[in-house]
T-cell receptor
Framework: GAVVSQHPSWVICKSGTSVKIECRSL??????MFWYRQFPKQSLMLMAT?????????EQGVEKDKFLINHASLTLSTLTVTSAHPEDSSFYIC?????????????FGPGTRLTVT | QQQVKQSPQSLIVQKGGIPIINCAYE??????FPWYQQFPGKGPALLIA?????SEKKEGRFTISFNKSAKQFSLYIMDSQPGDSATYFC????????????FGSGTQLTVLP
């Protein structure tokens, strides 16, 4: 099956610093990647959608200057949390999709636990 | 109209039982309905998915039933095992939303040994 990796799996940073999270599709080319955040015992909340080589589309209420997304290639997307604050602490999950041949399946990474102190 | 409503919020069954999780949607443009399983601290894993041209799909112990007229779909887990204890999410997507998934609120399933 399709595999998506995330790095790091967990990170602790100080308030005011920036953190970069990588999302890679390991065995397929992802036309689209999605970034979600998830709070404990809650559902996944879509933050943004990114396509390779174009600017990400952010969901309402998500600050694009704070959550920088770069979809540099068909296998790599990065999320940078700039000037992180404790309220940014969450579980961040990416997913990747290849729209070829009518395949709508999204494959999720293992998630990154961010703690801002 | 973009919501997917999921019930129950939590579910406890005995080993071997058949838990049933239900989802309902409003947007008739939705044409892809996946179910995901998530263990604590892990990302969701795709279990099974269905499109509205079929009423039922089985993969191993997992079955989706789909009722297009009622705009509802359900997940059945046959012969449930303690290892199935996890949170289950239904979702839906359509091409007009760049295939973004709209998730249900999740069901925490506990299978007792």
């Amino acid at each position: 099956g399709a595999v998506v990796s995330q790095h790091p799996s967990w990170v602790i940073c100080k308030s005011g610093t920036s953190v970069k999270i990588e999302c890679r599709s390991l065995d397929f080319q992802a036309t689209t990647m999605f970034w979600y955040r998830q709070f404990p015992k809650q559902s996944l909340m879509l933050m943004a959608t990114s396509n390779e080589g174009s600017k990400a589309t952010y969901e309402q209420g998500v600050e694009k200057d704070k959550f920088l997304i770069n979809h540099a290639s068909l296998t790599l997307s990065t999320l940078t949390v700039t000037s992180a604050h404790p309220e940014d602490s969450s579980f961040y999950i990416c997913s990747a999709m290849s729209l070829g041949q009518g395949n709508y399946e999204q494959y999720f990474g293992p998630g990154t636990r961010l703690t801002v102190t | 109209q973009q919501q997917v409503k999921q019930s129950p919020q939590s579910l406890i069954v005995q080993k071997g039982g058949i838990p049933i999780i239900n989802c309902a949607y409003e947007n008739t443009a939705f044409d892809y309905f996946p179910w995901y399983q998530q263990f604590p601290g892990k990302g969701p894993a795709l279990l099974i998915a269905i499109r509205p041209d079929v009423s039922e799909k089985k993969e191993g112990r997992f079955t989706i039933s789909f009722n297009k007229s009622a705009k509802q779909f359900s997940l059945y887990i046959m012969d449930s095992q303690p290892g199935d204890s996890a949170t289950y999410f239904c979702a839906a997507s359509w091409r007009g939303s760049a295939r973004q998934l709209t998730f249900g609120s999740g069901t925490q399933l506990t299978v007792l040994p």
